[in-house]
């Protein structure tokens, strides 16, 4: 007989079924407690993606990857699908990024450290212009505004702000003759702690250019319910 069977036909309110059903929750968090999963989350958070991909993301082998992923969805925080000889794999819900957010959110109040750790990821951010969520939402529309999606080609397809132009942080430096001199471009990336707008807006100011980052990022973006779009080719449109 499993263990949850067992626990089904205990008392209600006794101890052991209560151990259980916390362990229960306690086992989604002990997924989460590898870093490199973590990372998985982050990359998913911004659409689904093959395998091979994932492993690029967070440079770790296809094998390792793989058991990862299956830690992941064994826990129920993603889903897969096989097309042909590619598996894909995406978050199982809007909960999952909620999580995501809430674990980074409370590492960052209460581990003091991590503001050592994130500048010596991202760099000293003091000197970047920055724009809140809600700041953009009033100017997205103005013509004095260009926003930039500056992650990877795929995660643009998959879904990005509506009205951003694909303009990735490999390719920003040769497609500056692009870019317009008399508005100011605000990049954005896949959240709070991802370094491509940072490096983004260092690229652009230091060219001349007037540029902010936007403090977080798509994720965040489709979670409060504003306009994004989803497109099958890389619209560049700057």
Known sequence: MSRHKKSMGSTPG??????????????????????????IVDVLAQGERPVDEISREIRQSIANTSQHLQLLLRAGLVKSRRDGTRIYYSLSGPAVIRLWAAVRDVAVEHLAELDDLATSYLGDRSS??????DELRERIGDGDLMLIDVRPEAEFRAGHIAGAASVTIKELETRLDQLPNDRLIVAYCRGPYCVYADNAVRILTRHGMKAARLEEGFPEWKEAGLPVEASNTNASGA
């Open 14 to 39: 006794g101890h052991d079924a209560k151990k259980e059903l916390f362990d229960g929750f306690a086992s989604v968090a002990k997924v989460m407690s590898s870093g490199r999963r973590a990372e």
């Open 128 to 133: 970047l212009t920055t724009m809140t969520r």
